[in-house]
């Protein structure tokens, strides 16, 4: 089953949020309740988002795209994408999947629908051979057998239109060659992707992991436990730099430190040649009462600061290689700093 598809002029995909006890349909029919889905992650993952962006378009084609004065109804139409676009700000699937579906504007509604329902299906086809390929590289980067990996967030199926993601894709990719011991799951706090998603998504699969608080990386690596970290990301800038969920920077310094390769694993759709580097990617910083609560309930004193910035920004050099479907970028000094353990 895709995780993110379209029925009867809606959005059907499965609520992330109600994860992993249950497993609720959502029917997303309205600009507005798509832009809540995503605000609120119960559609999340930047392949996903770039889908969900393009089908909100084609929603807001067939919304205004009727009015009697064509001419509003493309401005209608405009601006329901602009609101989408920059619902999340940083993964730039999702702008990026709002413009190649507002591309088709002018041929009207069904031409907008048309342009969505091939980028899912390139959607798939792309993740599967960045999975692919993916695979081949951790094979070559790490000599010892079978592999103990880890992963951060989600990068999964759930986070794509797809059936198997991409960095978890490249997981089962591997597992599928019998090359996997173990995948150490960070739970990824605030909002638990990693314990609420990856665990689920993995577990369905069959494919032993363990979950693990996201403070125990850097001493799990010390103790000889992973042979690589494999993420997804939000955006890739044009130099190599990563922006993905917050903690992957942490990871990347720590397997570092650690001689483990760090590989990341994304669609060509998110990286972003525009922006010359990481300082320029606008980092979202979500609500404070994620931090002070876990999972709604209260675990600091309510009136307690805090910072939520979402994601990081990992710098190139300690990217041992990003993997698309088309290329695999390795950074030089990422690689002399690695040697086999
Ligand atoms: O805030 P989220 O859950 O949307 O963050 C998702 C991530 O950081 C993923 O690692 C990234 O989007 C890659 S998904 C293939």
Same mark, same amino acid.
């Given at each position: 089953?895709? %995780?993110?598809?379209?029925?009867?002029?809606?959005?059907?995909?499965?609520?992330?949020?109600?994860?992993? @006890?249950?497993?609720?349909?959502?029917?997303?029919? %309205?600009?507005?309740?798509?832009?809540? &889905?995503?605000?609120?992650?119960?559609?999340?993952?930047?392949?996903?988002?770039?889908?969900?962006?393009?089908?909100?378009?084609?929603?807001?084609?067939?919304?205004?795209?009727?009015?009697?004065?064509?001419?509003?109804?493309?401005?209608?139409?405009?601006?329901?994408?602009?609101?989408?676009?920059?619902?999340?700000?940083?993964?730039?699937?999702?702008?990026?999947?709002?413009?190649?579906?507002?591309?088709?504007?002018?041929?009207?509604?069904?031409?907008?629908?048309?342009?969505?329902?091939?980028?899912?299906?390139?959607?798939?086809?792309?993740?599967?051979?960045? %999975?692919?390929?993916?695979?081949?590289?951790?094979?070559?980067?790490?000599?010892?057998?079978?592999?103990? +990996?880890?992963? @951060?967030?989600?990068?999964?199926?759930?986070?794509?239109?797809?059936?198997?993601? %991409?960095?978890?894709?490249?997981?089962?990719? +591997?597992?599928?060659?019998?090359?996997?011991?173990?995948?150490?799951?960070?739970?990824?706090?605030?909002?638990?992707?990693?314990?609420?998603?990856?665990?689920? /998504?993995?577990?369905?699969?069959?494919?032993? @992991?363990?979950?693990?608080?996201?403070?125990?990386? &850097?001493?799990?690596?010390?103790?000889?436990?992973?042979?690589?970290?494999?993420?997804?990301?939000?955006?890739?800038?044009?130099?190599?730099?990563?922006?993905?969920?917050?903690?992957?920077?942490?990871?990347?310094?720590?397997?570092?430190? @650690?001689?483990?390769?760090?590989?990341?694993?994304?669609?060509?759709?998110?990286?972003? /040649?525009?922006?010359?580097?990481?300082?320029?990617?606008?980092?979202?910083?979500?609500?404070?009462? /994620?931090?002070?609560?876990?999972?709604?309930?209260?675990?600091?004193?309510?009136?307690?600061? &805090?910072?939520?910035?979402?994601?990081?920004?990992?710098? &190139? /050099?300690?990217?041992?290689?990003?993997?698309?479907?088309?290329?695999?970028?390795?950074?030089?000094?990422?690689?002399?700093?690695?040697?086999?353990?």
């Amino acid at each position: 089953m895709r %995780t993110l598809d379209w029925e009867d002029g809606a959005v059907v995909t499965i609520d992330q949020c109600a994860l992993p @006890h249950q497993e609720i349909t959502l029917r997303v029919r %309205t600009v507005d309740e798509l832009i809540d &889905a995503i605000k609120r992650l119960a559609i999340r993952g930047a392949p996903a988002l770039g889908i969900a962006g393009a089908f909100g378009v084609a929603i807001a084609a067939r919304t205004h795209l009727s009015d009697a004065d064509r001419p509003l109804g493309e401005a209608a139409a405009r601006a329901d994408a602009e609101r989408l676009a920059s619902a999340r700000p940083t993964a730039v699937n999702l702008r990026w999947g709002v413009e190649q579906a507002l591309a088709s504007l002018g041929d009207g509604p069904d031409a907008v629908l048309a342009t969505a329902l091939r980028l899912m299906d390139e959607d798939d086809r792309m993740n599967h051979q960045a %999975t692919v390929n993916a695979a081949d590289v951790i094979v070559g980067l790490c000599p010892d057998r079978p592999l103990r +990996l880890l992963t @951060h967030c989600n990068a999964g199926a759930l986070a794509t239109a797809g059936l198997r993601g %991409t960095a978890l894709g490249a997981v089962f990719e +591997l597992a599928e060659r019998g090359l996997v011991e173990f995948v150490i799951v960070d739970e990824t706090r605030p909002l638990l992707q990693g314990a609420r998603l990856t665990a689920w /998504e993995l577990g369905r699969a069959g494919i032993p @992991h363990r979950l693990s608080v996201d403070s125990a990386a &850097a001493s799990l690596m010390a103790r000889g436990l992973v042979d690589c970290v494999v993420v997804g990301a939000d955006r890739i800038t044009a130099n190599g730099d990563v922006a993905n969920k917050i903690g992957t920077y942490g990871l990347a310094v720590s397997a570092a430190y @650690h001689g483990i390769p760090m590989v990341v694993v994304a669609p060509e759709s998110t990286v972003d /040649e525009q922006l010359k580097d990481g300082a320029l990617i606008e980092v979202e910083e979500r609500d404070a009462d /994620e931090v002070r609560q876990v999972l709604g309930m209260p675990v600091a004193p309510e009136a307690t600061e &805090a910072f939520n910035p979402a994601f990081d920004v990992t710098p &190139a /050099e300690l990217v041992t290689a990003v993997v698309t479907e088309a290329r695999v970028m390795r950074s030089e000094k990422a690689a002399a700093g690695r040697t086999a353990r």
